[in-house]
């Protein structure tokens, strides 16, 4: 109620013993806090927050025009809701490595469990669409090298993504991911891996654990978690499922109001108002207000 009784390193402490428990992390994507408070009460493992989902709500590609105050404030609401621990792309660190490790911390202060950083070159593209282009290795070592050296909590986690399948083939991707690993990377994002034969072949030559990215409409086939875990995957997200899913029913029931005048046809689709003062605890607050103001004149 109100906000999650844990703290932060709480937080991280928590997703690093869901790291070693040999189950795959689950983590769909979170739009909002309501979202995220929903995803928790389903009984996932984490929460996501994309920086492709930040920047269409607020009207904008994913080309890197967010700022890290923009994401970091999104994730702070967030994250404050959820027991959940909650990981956070932060695109390529926001500027040059000083910038990366300046996004850790701020990160940490905020509450948050886990971050990304990618080696595409500014402005980025989506990992998803071509056209994209990474930086020089070197200079990615060096990115992840100053955020890991600059988290202040050791639970922290520091996932390394590395878009250069499309670009570099997967025997270049692989080679990038381990040099990222030995950088100090917790966790490799290997972004854009076809299908399970290119996941099995990226778990056994890369020396960090892996996280798969299951977004919609990309080049990646869409497997389940159980598979990807199999595969030796450690952390699955569904980065805009949710929005995606929100956006078309939005669209819908708008497109009926204007042509008919009315919502009444989407009733059945809608979460009733009990359903979302369940969600909120609505009556907890109450409660508290009772108590609280128990005094008579």
């Known amino acids: ?31 909002s806090p309501l979202v995220a408070m929903e995803i928790e009460r389903l009984g996932f493992e984490a929460v996501y927050v994309s920086g492709a989902v930040i920047s269409a709500d607020l009207g904008l590609p994913d080309i890197g025009l967010t700022t890290l105050t923009e994401v970091a404030g999104r994730a702070e609401q967030i994250a404050r809701v959820t027991d959940l621990p909650t990981i ?35 402005p980025k593209r989506c990992g998803h669409l071509d056209g994209k282009s990474v930086i020089p290795a070197d200079e990615m070592v060096r990115r992840v090298k100053a955020a890991v050296d600059a988290r202040r909590d050791p639970n922290m986690v520091v996932i390394a993504r590395t878009d250069a399948r499309a670009i570099e083939g ?15 990377a917790d966790i490799i994002f290997a972004e854009a891996l076809k299908d399970a034969d290119e996941w099995s072949t990226a778990s056994s030559d890369i020396t960090a654990p892996l996280l798969a990215n299951m977004t919609e409409f990309g080049k990646s086939d869409l497997l389940p978690a159980n598979e990807l875990q199999a595969l ?22 708008l497109n009926e109001i204007s042509e008919t005048g009315t919502q009444r046809a989407a009733l059945d689709r809608m979460q009733t108002r009990e ?18 103001f128990n005094f008579k004149l």
């Open 1 to 31: 109620m109100l906000f999650s009784m844990l703290s932060g390193s709480e937080k991280r402490a928590k997703l690093r013993v869901g790291l070693k428990s040999g189950t795959i992390v689950r983590a769909p994507g979170a739009f």
């Open 88 to 122: 956070v792309d932060c695109d390529t660190g926001f500027g040059e490595p000083m910038s990366a490790a300046r996004t850790i911390r701020m990160m940490e202060e905020h509450g948050i469990a886990a971050i990304h950083l990618e080696d595409q070159i500014n």
């Open 170 to 184: 997967l025997t270049g991707m692989i080679e990038r991911a381990n040099l990222y690993a030995e950088a100090g």
């Open 232 to 253: 030796g995957a450690s952390i699955v997200i569904y980065p805009v499922t949710t929005l995606r899913v929100a956006m078309k029913a939005a669209g819908d029931v």
């Open 275 to 292: 359903q979302l003062y369940d969600l909120l605890q609505y009556e907890r607050y109450n409660t508290l207000d009772r108590d609280i």
